[in-house]
Every structure is written in structure tokens, then in C-alpha cells.
């Protein structure tokens, strides 16, 4: 609790003992008027200021006007005690409502709280203390142990353990080694690195994160919109009807001061309060939940749309699939396996491509005193090099057919075969390993009944493998950036009242990215591309954030719809008895703060 709520809430206190003494001591009328006056202007007087200043401003029909209006009228009908209980439950409902609004900003402001003010940086043979702004990229830059990294950089000397838990929501330490690269906001446990800057402050993965959620509050979901705009039009309308209450039955049945009671109590139920705070709430609440569990969101509206999802469409690579080849099978009828691996790791060792790296890693054989020589890449098809001259070829069909070299045909997978003077010596086969989440996450959407939908530059084989294996329901294979933008036109064609969902890296899938509904990129946390191309950004390479993102976001909207139909009905249902005279202030003073208490503590659920 703050200051100023620590002073409202000792303020209630008291006010709530002094109208416990009024209402216990019997003195005579004009005594208790000016009691009862006092009490009201010391618990109501930031009220009443609000509203004369919202006057002057000429900005009149707000909740302050409503409750200020409804309480004068109490007081001229001689509810004394009416008038200060409105005024005393109103203020409850205020510091209730700024004591969730400020633990909701919380989880935000742990976020916010990730920036760095001042390093140690490298000057001569010291290191001396500068702003994180003054930091220019080549500096060498010292982060203790369990201090925070302040800029994006590669570890110079030191290791250790690091903890990405406030960007991505792992709770297990990564360990960090000399050349490693290591991201803003992260913390360093146990060791002290030394840190080469690679991006200056304003371009790094913390800056970007902080300037993705400061902007998210702007943007508002349709239903936000929707309590504004209602709430500018709501006031006033209310206003005049409860002055049509006074007037209009007064001239034909008289008991002016019944009606006036009966509007009073009008205006006090009607105050939107209950909407207009629990809604906007309720989204800040599904936010911060998200980005503790790793899930950077840009806004309310995409938290809303998320809630409604009629398709989602994936990237395959590093999306669907880890994005990292490894040796499926080893087939050869003319050597052993084990020299199949060896040839082909002898060839791709100067390589870096990810199936060099999967075939080499594969290798547990050493071709001994074997020389190779006149090593050369073939492009897009393989490698040439001399092994004890012989002419030996690692590579694709392509390659196979350019050196008119008869080899076995294998329609699924991705093969690389191997060919010594001509004549094919074996193949093998390498996948691109399926991700666990996957598995979970497409499975998670079949069963939501989400459409799901490939969009890959992989061929038709490896697409396929990939789609049922899965069991995602349609696969569109060869496409280039600018092929998956048209797809996902197509869909925009067909698609009814659900959004579309495209889930990539962030890279080349920027374009469709920015075309759906909803772009979601996963693991790129210090890609400035998928932060500005993608509206949801999950923070790791776990898919199941999404379903968790899914989960967050229906939870959300469940609240909100059940806060505004719960808030509706209670005061439609009062202000028709009001009208009729069946109830009177203190249930309006439950239609007004009880509603809005309710409502708020149903928002904190997200």
C-alpha cells in the first residue's frame, strides 16, 4: 500500500468511527445537520473538488458529478445519513479499486524495473561507473555476480550461470561461456562477466521489451472501447432522466421530495464505476500475467482477438521443428556405415551448413592416414575433393544426376548421398527434429477445433512427413515469403468471425507476420524484427506458451463479459425498483460500490 492510499484508508477509519458516533447520539435536528455536514465534507471533499473542477473545465458528467448531485439531494430531503454512507462507501470502492489497479501495474513494472541505469566500464586498465546511455558498442563492459546485464553484448572473459527468467519466463539458469552471446536483463548468478557491447542501449533486447509494453496500454481492445464510449454517453443521458424523475411525475401526482429521493437514488446506482474500472483492469491483468509467464503482448486488442482464433498457421522451421538436422539412417550395401559417415564428415568438415554440422556430429570414425585434397563446394548441390585420388562427391540428387552417377531414389526426407569415382556408395537420411511442444500444442488446437495450417519453403515430401506426423489439417509446401502472404489471403477470403494466427521467427516471415490478425514470433527475444513485426512475442522457443497465451486471453474476455453483464443486471434491476419505490440509497450504495467491489475482485482472478 502507498502513502496516499495509507492516508484514504486511515481517512475511512475515521470517518466510519464519526458516523458510527452520529448514528448512536440523539441531539436535536440542527445539531445533527452540521455533524452530519462535517462528516460528509471531510470524507466527500476530494469528490466535491473533482467535480467542481471537471465544472470549470466544462468535462461536468462524470462519476464525481453523479455522486456529488445524489448526495446533495439526500441532504435536501434530510437523508443525512444516506448522503454520508454514499460518500463513505465511495471512497471504500476508490482506495479498493487503486489498490488493485496498482498490484495489476506490478508484474508491468517488474518489466520496467529490468533497466540498467549505470555500468562498469572498461577505462584504461580501471573500470569506472557510466550512464547505460553514454555505452557505445565495442565497450568492454563488467557485470558482478547477481548483478544485472545492462546491454546486449559476447562475453569477453568469465562464465557462469545466467538467469533470463524476466525475459523469458525459465526459471532455470542458462550457462555462459567465453564468445557466447548474452542479452539485457538478463542477471549474472555466479560469475563476473566481462562484456564486449554489440548493440548500443536504445537498440538492445531490454529496450525494445520496455518500449513494446509501455506502448501496449495504448492500444485497446474493442470492448474497452466499447465502456468509454459508453460511459461519455451513459452519464449524461442518466443525469437527464433522473431530472425527468423529479419534474415530470411531480406535476401530475405532487410528493415532490419522494421523486427527488427516488432520482437521487437513481443517479447513485447508475454511476458506471464498475465498468469503467473493472474492464480496463481486467485486460491489465491478462497482460501481466502473459509477460510473467514469457509472453510479450502489444495490446488489449490482441489479447481480445486472441480469444476468438479460427486459424492458426505455422512456420515449419525453427517453429514446427527445432530447425536442427540430425542422421536419421545410414543406408550402403558397399562399405560399412560407420566409413559412410566418415567420407561424407572428411568432405563437410570446412562447413558450416546445418547438415555439415548434423553429419559431423553423426561421425564417430577417423579415416586414418587418408589425405584429401582439392576440397570444392558445388553450389547448391554438394562437395568435390580428392581422398587418396580418388574422386569422392558428397551431396544432393541434383548432384547425382549433373555427375550422371545412377543412385537410389528416396522420396522422403532430406538425403545426402556419397559417390566415390563415380559410383554411389551409400546415403543418409537427415530429419529436422519435431519439437516436443509441437506435438502438445497442435494437438491442443484439434481438440479447441482451431483450423491449423503449414505454410513452409520445405518440399511437398518433408512438409507432408511434418503435417502428419503432427496432424495439422493442411500443409502448403514451396512457398516464399511472398507465397505465404498470398495463402493467407486465401483464408482471409474464406475465414467467418474467428482471427487468424500466424506463427513464425520473425525473420523472413516478417510480411505474413504483419498480415494476419495475430503475428506471433517465437524465440527471437533479441530480434528487433520480431518484436516490431509480430504482435505477440513469446519470449522462448515453447509453442505451449501459446496455448498458454490462448488460455490467458479466453480467461480475460470471460471476465470481462461476466463484469459486464453482472454489473448491468444488478443496477437495470435497481433502478427499476428505485424508480417504483420498492428500494431505497443503501441499495443503491450496493448497486455503486458492492457492484464495483465485486467486479474488481473478479477482475484480480486472471
Known amino acids: 500500500m502507498t502513502k496516499k492510499q495509507k492516508r484514504r484508508r486511515n481517512q475511512i477509519i475515521f470517518a466510519a468511527f464519526c458516523y458510527l458516533i452520529y448514528i448512536l447520539i440523539d441531539v436535536d435536528f440542527f445539531l445533527q445537520f452540521l455533524l452530519a455536514l462535517a462528516i460528509y465534507i471531510y470524507i466527500g471533499k476530494d469528490v466535491l473538488k473533482r467535480a467542481l473542477s471537471n465544472i470549470k473545465r466544462k468535462q461536468i458528467f462524470d462519476e464525481n ?67 547505460i546511455e553514454d555505452i ?13 546485464i545492462g546491454v546486449d553484448g559476447i562475453v569477453l572473459e568469465g562464465q557462469g550461470y545466467v538467469d533470463m527468467a524476466a525475459l523469458t519466463g525459465e526459471s532455470l539458469p542458462v550457462f555462459v561461456d567465453v ?68 419534474v415530470i411525475p411531480s ?42 509467464n514469457g509472453i510479450l503482448v502489444k495490446g488489449s486488442n490482441y489479447l481480445e482477438a486472441l480469444a476468438n482464433v479460427e486459424l492458426v498457421s505455422f512456420d515449419k522451421t525453427g517453429t514446427l521443428t527445432k530447425g536442427e538436422f540430425v542422421v536419421k539412417e545410414v543406408v550402403s550395401k558397399a562399405m560399412s556405415q560407420e566409413n559412410v559417415l566418415a567420407y561424407m564428415a572428411l568432405l563437410e568438415k570446412n562447413s558450416n551448413h546445418p547438415i555439415s554440422k548434423a553429419i559431423i556430429a553423426a561421425n564417430t570414425n577417423e ?47 532430406t538425403v545426402v548421398y556419397l559417390a566415390i569415382n563415380k ?53 502448403k509446401a514451396n512457398l516464399l515469403p511472398a507465397d505465404k502472404v498470398v495463402e493467407i489471403e486465401k483464408c482471409f477470403m474464406n475465414k467467418n468471425k474467428g482471427s487468424i494466427v500466424f506463427i513464425g521467427d520473425g525473420m523472413n516471415d516478417a510480411p505474413v507476420l504483419s498480415r494476419v490478425d495475430i503475428g506471433i514470433s517465437m524465440g527471437q527475444i533479441g530480434s528487433d524484427v520480431a518484436i516490431e513485426a509480430s504482435d505477440i512475442v513469446i519470449m522462448d522457443d515453447d509453442l505451449l506458451k501459446v496455448q498458454k497465451a490462448i488460455e490467458i486471453a479466453k480467461r480475460t474476455m470471460s471476465i470481462v463479459h461476466q463484469n459486464i453483464i453482472f454489473a448491468l443486471s444488478v443496477k437495470i434491476s435497481i433502478l427499476i425498483l428505485s424508480t417504483f419505490g420498492i428500494v431505497g440509497m443503501w441499495a443503491a450504495v450496493f448497486g455503486d460500490v458492492g457492484v464495483s467491489i465485486i467486479a474488481i475482485i473478479n477482475a484480480r482472478r486472471v
Open 367 to 413: 579415416l586414418n592416414e587418408v589425405i584429401s585434397t582439392n576440397h570444392h563446394e558445388i553450389a547448391g548441390k554438394g562437395i568435390y575433393a580428392l581422398v587418396d585420388n580418388q574422386e569422392v562427391l558428397v551431396g544432393n540428387a541434383n548432384l547425382m544426376l549433373e555427375k550422371d552417377i545412377d543412385y537410389p531414389k528416396v522420396e522422403v526426407g
Open 423 to 475: 559410383e554411389c556408395m551409400g546415403y543418409v537420411l537427415l530429419e529436422d527434429e519435431i519439437k516436443d511442444s509441437a506435438i502438445s500444442f497442435v494437438s491442443y488446437l484439434n481438440k479447441s477445433k482451431i483450423d491449423t495450417l503449414i505454410l513452409t519453403g520445405d518440399n511437398d515430401q518433408v512438409a507432408n512427413k511434418v503435417q502428419q506426423t503432427l496432424g495439422v489439417k493442411q500443409v
Open 251 to 292: 406535476l401530475f401526482v405532487g410528493d415532490f421530495l419522494v421523486w427527488l429521493q427516488r432520482a437521487c437514488v437513481f443517479l447513485v446506482v447508475s454511476c458506471p464505476c464498475a465498468l469503467v474500472i473493472s474492464v480496463p483492469l481486467t485486460f491489465f491483468g491478462g497482460i501481466g500475467k502473459a509477460s510473467r
Open 179 to 246: 564468445n557466447q552471446e548474452v542479452l539485457s536483463g538478463s542477471i549474472s548468478v555466479d560469475g563476473a562477466l566481462q562484456i564486449q557491447v554489440s548493440k548500443l542501449y536504445e537498440d538492445s533486447t531490454v529496450a525494445k521489451i520496455l518500449e513494446m509494453v509501455e506502448n501496449a496500454v495504448e492500444k485497446k481492445a474493442k470492448a474497452e472501447n466499447f465502456i468509454t464510449k459508453f460511459a461519455r454517453y451513459y452519464t449524461p443521458s442518466v443525469v437527464f432522466l433522473a431530472l425527468a424523475l423529479v
Open 136 to 148: 557505445v558498442i565495442g565497450d568492454i563492459v563488467l557485470v558482478k555476480a547477481g548483478q544485472k
Open 65 to 131: 458529478f453523479l455522486m456529488t448531485i445524489a448526495t446533495i439531494g439526500a441532504f435536501g430531503c434530510g437523508e443525512f445519513s444516506e448522503a454520508i454512507a454514499v460518500m463513505l462507501f465511495y471512497q471504500i470502492g476508490e482506495l479498493f479499486e487503486s489498490i488493485a489497479v496498482g498490484k495489476s501495474r506490478q508484474s508491468i513494472q517488474e518489466l520496467l524495473e529490468l533497466k540498467v541505469e549505470e555500468v562498469y566500464v572498461l577505462d584504461g586498465s580501471d573500470f569506472v561507473v557510466k550512464e
